[in-house]
């Protein structure tokens, strides 16, 4: 009895290409998962970026408030308006906002008024950002008193990020002798 044995080599590649294809297309598979979560968690970084850079366009924009609305007290002041009359301007007829709580502000921001108070310094854009400044009496007067007796305000500025996009309060005592 005789056996035939073949010898031919492309016989035994043919018999595993189906396993090659297969490996190729879970490669390609594995790749493409890969890349696809790679994306997502770039765009992720890209939104994190932004809203970071947002809140701290937002921060600057209510500390160059903060600035604007000093010089313009020093102006006053130096034109002889005292505090008590800034103070009555800001009440608008009602009390002052109290300025120890950011919820008394409801929801006021550096471009949006919802106070009755008037702005010290009502919204003013700064590149893409903009801010707004209220003017309160210190807490030995009283916050929501419009009667200054020691020449000493407070300040709170408020900042908004460009489209309105990350927020930032930065408050300020005034005092001059």
Same mark, same amino acid.
């Given at each position: !009895? ?16 189906? !396993? ?6 879970? +490669? !390609?598979? !594995? =790749? ?54 800034? =103070? ?7 009390? =002052? @906002? ?25 919204? @003013?854009?700064?590149? +893409? ?49």
């Amino acid at each position: !009895m005789t056996q035939t044995i073949s010898m031919n080599p492309l016989r035994r590649v043919r018999d595993q290409s189906g !396993m090659a294809f297969a490996l190729a297309l879970f +490669a !390609m598979l !594995m =790749l493409t998962l890969i890349g696809y979560g790679l994306a997502v968690s770039s765009q992720g970084a890209i939104r994190v970026g932004t809203g970071f850079k947002s809140q701290k366009l937002a921060f600057e924009a209510a500390e160059g408030g903060l600035e604007y609305a000093r010089e313009r007290l020093r102006t006053q002041r130096a034109a002889k308006v005292t505090f008590g009359t800034m =103070l009555d301007a800001a009440r608008n007829g009602g009390a =002052l @906002v109290e300025s120890t709580s950011i919820d008394d502000f409801l929801g006021s921001n550096g471009v949006v008024n919802r106070t009755a108070n008037l702005p010290f310094v009502g919204s @003013v854009g700064l590149g +893409a950002s903009a801010f707004q400044v209220f003017l309160t009496n210190d807490p030995a007067d009283g916050i929501s008193s419009g009667v200054d007796t020691n020449s000493t305000v407070t300040l709170t500025s408020f900042g908004s990020g460009p489209n309105a996009v990350g927020y930032s309060v930065v408050q300020a005592e005034v005092r001059t002798a």
